[in-house]
């Protein structure tokens, strides 16, 4: 499987989880700023799953920053400073139906009342650790990473589609 990781503070994803990855044969991508894993994305479709750092400093790259507006109007509407997330490079994932999945030091940023992360309505309280896992619990990461992709290939084969498409 062909995997992109986001994440600002690198240590993580490279002390623990490309290593374990790489040992089970999945090819990995690491990128630190989103603006260079969304033109990653961008340029090549052949990535199997992508695994983003939910709350990320960054700015948009002006390919996202229409979807950062309505990531952060949600955030803020919740009392949240509005902060712009990686939220928009899901919801710019999701429209595409590209597997990925969120891993996050701050769950409580995660408002399913607001549909935050809009994309995953429906979903169900076992599927959410998956898509919305907190770092440090996801386990080991093959294992992770490979029960995301197989979640997302039932939900897709059953017509699981972005909100607001038929």
Known sequence: ???LLLDDQPPYFNSVWIPRLRQR???V???RR???AFDA???DSGF???VLDLL???EPPPGLASLSGIVSAALRSAGHPGETTAQALGLWLWRQRRPYCYLTAYPILWRPELDSPPEFVGATPQELKFL???KGSEGKAPDFVEGVYKLWMEKLAGGWKPMGQP
């Open 48 to 50: 199997d799953l992508v």
């Open 34 to 36: 989103l603006g260079s």
């Open 56 to 58: 990320m400093d960054h």
């Open 1 to 3: 499987m062909r995997i």
């Open 41 to 43: 994305l961008s340029q």
């Open 25 to 27: 044969g999945h090819e």
């Open 29 to 31: 991508v690491f990128h």
């Open 132 to 134: 919305v896992c907190e």
